[in-house]
């Protein structure tokens, strides 16, 4: 079998003293959306920022294409194609809406494909298209998550980590941006997906993570983890949860 | 009417060596998150530099930008990865700042070795030259100064808005980590708008040659000078930061003219104060010194 896109073995993961992620594995399929679900604190963006190379693990390999990222720094991870969606969105909110999606571009391989992400972003986006001059801080909140994930794919993908993209944003806009999504996927794009919206995420994704203070606790397709018991009475809220 | 007009004008042509100071800072304060308190410092060194290029090698201050501009740039990227890098990336700044503190002083006694502790000054053959116009004096050196300014000030703007590199540094200023999240490097984006706000101290070394006596003691006066200078436009805004130098001298000059020279510094100070208290985000700024929470 051909390797996955991307496979985290046994990454530990401390702030200082204070341990965050123990011993955390998965695997993402080239071409899938894969949804990482658990409660606030439970180490979804610890995750996120070690494949991104934003944080140095204690221990553990972060594999793309089967190569070992090692100690690579943000910039060339970037470049291969491994691009992250920050929590609470990060735009430049002084620049306009084309300046950040320039940014997005700034290595030179996104930069040399500048003007064909940009249709891209405009085709899945075009309300950023209507608003390319305006300053970013001045966007409604659903425009802000659209321009935050148009920034990333002007990067030029292989894997786009998007953390918490419905946070903050009405149920209409959030079935919006998790369609946005797919079609991003249907592109090509492989999604990693982290969510508070378990429901809408397990949904889209052919496979699911749930973590818990650092382990992750439970994984399997996005119907099974529906079905599941467990992860239904953590997130209704039902007693005896094992999460 | 005249003589008011004649004290504005001096005002502001002075001022322009504060609004340059204060351009540097507001670049170097985006992206570090300190007031450089050894800018005055660096842009004395700079003037002793020009003055001795001058005395020994008879080399014109105002050709001296051709050298002593690159010269800053390249001296500020050294000092950034050599003492400011790591500090950079801690989240206290205290370190930067007191890294900034050593260099100033560091800086000051380097020069008084070298240069001694006499007040130096060019002689400058054209510096009488003024144009006159309906009994307003004008030198044309002075002049010079505001040309310095309006050009430097220019430069800076179009960097920042026009080039990849300067859009860069705007969203470090605002976002380092989110910055670094598109693969941009910030560490190099950080020294560029370093080496930038020290090549600015470059800029007003020559200003300062040209109109100033100085000796290795000036440096902090005029960092605190471009501070208040700073403060009056706005942290953010090249233009404000220029046109808070010019409002500096202007001040000054009316101070010194109406009330005596001996009011200079009180009018300036107390004028910063009222100004931190009363408009915290400058005249121009978007932002103050401090962020609004
Ligand atoms: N910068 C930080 N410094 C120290 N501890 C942190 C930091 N960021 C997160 N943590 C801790 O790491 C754990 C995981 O946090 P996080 O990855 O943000 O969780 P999630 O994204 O799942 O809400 C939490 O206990 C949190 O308090
Ligand atoms: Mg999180």
């Not at chain 1, 918490?164 to 944003?169: I, K, R, T």
């Not at chain 2, 020994?56 to 080399?59: N, Q, R, S, T």
């Given at each position: 079998m051909a390797n996955p896109l991307l496979e985290v073995r046994q990454l530990n993961v401390a702030y200082g003293d204070v341990r965050a992620l123990w011993d955390v594995s998965l695997e993402v399929e080239e071409g899938s959306i894969v949804a990482l679900v658990g409660a606030n604190g439970a180490g979804k963006t610890t995750l996120l920022k070690s494949i991104a190379g934003l944080l140095r693990p204690l221990g553990g390999q972060i594999l793309f294409e089967g190569e070992d990222l090692g100690r690579l720094n943000t910039k060339h991870r970037v470049d291969k194609g491994i691009v992250m969606v920050p929590e609470g969105r990060?735009?430049?909110?002084?620049?306009?809406v084309l300046e950040n999606l320039r940014l997005g571009a700034y290595l030179p391989k996104a930069r040399a494909g500048y003007d064909d992400s940009l249709d891209r972003v405009f085709t899945l986006f075009p309300r950023l298209q209507e608003r390319k001059n305006s300053k970013a801080g001045l966007l409604s909140g659903g425009e802000q998550q659209m321009l935050a994930i148009g920034r990333a794919v002007m990067a030029g993908p292989r894997l786009v980590m998007i953390d918490?993209?419905?946070?903050?944003?009405s149920p209409i806009l959030t079935r919006h941006i998790f369609e946005l999504i797919v079609a991003l996927n249907g592109q090509g794009a492989t999604v990693l997906l982290v969510e508070q919206n378990i429901h809408m995420a397990l949904k889209i994704c052919s496979k699911a993570y749930v973590m818990k203070t650092g382990h992750i606790v439970l994984s399997g397709t996005g119907e099974e983890l529906l079905a599941d018991v467990d992860v239904r009475k953590a997130y209704v809220g039902e007693r005896g949860s094992r999460l | 009417m005249s003589s008011l007009i004649q004290v504005v004008i001096n005002g502001i042509l002075l001022g322009s060596m504060y609004g340059i100071a204060a351009v540097g800072l507001s670049l170097i304060f985006g992206t570090m998150r300190i007031i450089f308190i050894a800018q005055g410092t660096m842009i004395v060194l700079f003037a002793y530099l020009v003055y001795w290029a001058s005395i020994?090698?008879?080399?014109d201050p105002y050709l001296s930008l051709l050298w002593v501009v690159p010269f800053a740039f390249i001296l500020g990227l050294g000092l950034f990865y050599v003492l400011f890098r790591k500090a950079a990336a801690l989240e206290d700044r205290n370190v930067s700042l007191l890294l900034a503190v050593g260099l100033m002083y560091l800086i000051d006694n380097l020069i008084l070795k070298l240069w001694s502790a006499t007040p130096r000054g060019l002689d400058i053959p054209y510096s009488d030259a003024m144009i006159v116009v309906s009994g307003i004096r004008v030198s044309w050196l002075r002049l010079a100064l505001l040309g310095l300014g309006l050009g430097s000030a220019l430069v800076v703007y179009l960097f920042l808005k026009r080039t990849r590199v300067g859009t860069a540094v705007r969203a470090a200023s605002e976002d380092m980590e989110a910055t670094t999240i598109q693969g941009i490097n910030s560490v190099w984006v950080c020294a560029i708008s370093f080496a930038i706000g020290i090549a600015m101290a470059g800029v007003a070394g020559v200003g300062m040659a040209t109109v100033y006596s100085f000796d290795y003691q000036f440096g902090f006066v005029f960092a605190i000078k471009a501070l208040v200078a700073l403060a009056l436009g706005g942290i953010g805004n090249v233009f404000g930061a220029l046109a808070g130098g010019l409002i500096l001298g202007i001040i000054e000059n009316l101070a010194a003219y109406y009330v005596g020279i001996e009011w200079i510094e009180v009018a300036s100070y107390g004028i910063f104060m009222l100004v931190l208290i009363f408009l915290p985000q400058g005249l121009f700024g978007r932002r103050g010194l401090v962020k609004k929470v």
């Open positions: 990060r735009l430049f909110q002084t620049l306009t918490e993209a419905s946070l903050g944003l | 020994k090698a008879g080399v």
